[in-house]
């Protein structure tokens, strides 16, 4: 079987990308159905972007008056990007129904994978280097898509179910390893929806 894998956008269409999640999250746009993932960066951002809003007034304070409007648009547009990032993961969360799965990243790539060759899921504690949609080192049969390196799910394929990951190559992947929030709500939303045709 053949999957699909979106590429990794521009550094302008990343922007965009979490503008509007912020947008939407502002306007209180309901966020799309499905698994959430990337638990642990969302909860490091948020924290950081606490800090950058303390430390910026501290900042401002001690800055001269002349220079303090610069200083307070760099800081909102540093907090707002951060905000963004993570509106960007929530809003963007896996998918699962009787013809896909789409394994998110929120905005650095999506691997989609026939509903039929997705057999089962099972937990897993792994790293695998990099972001986005890429090849496993070591596992030539295996695909990592996720935000951060550490995994906790992996997908299994049967059968393998072919990716291009561009200039990485084709992969036909028996597993798909991903970040998710919730294990057993993945394997739940699986066994809910079961394609028709599956035997």
Known sequence: MTGAVTP????AGILRIWARSLTA????????????HSAGPRQVVLVLVATEI?????????????????????????VLGGLGLVAALVRHPHEVDEERVVLRTGFLGDVTLPR?????????????????????????????????????VAVHLDPPVL???????????????????????LAQAL???????RS
Do not use: I, K, W
């Open 8 to 11: 990794r956008p521009s550094r």
């Open 25 to 36: 999250v502002v306007l209180r746009r309901p966020p799309a159905p499905g698994q959430r």
């Open 54 to 78: 303390v430390a910026a007034f501290l900042a401002s304070s001690m800055l001269p008056p002349a220079v303090r409007p610069v200083h307070a648009l760099l800081e909102v547009l540093l």
């Open 116 to 152: 039929p060759a997705v057999r089962s899921t099972s937990p897993v504690v792994r790293t695998v280097p990099g972001r986005g949609p890429r090849p496993v080192p070591g596992e030539p049969d295996a695909v990592a898509c996720s935000v951060e390196s550490a995994l906790n």
């Open 163 to 185: 990716l291009d990951l561009g200039p990485a190559g084709p992969v036909a992947a028996s597993t798909v390893y991903v970040s998710v929030d919730s294990p057993p709500a």
């Open 191 to 197: 066994r809910r929806v079961v394609p028709p045709h």
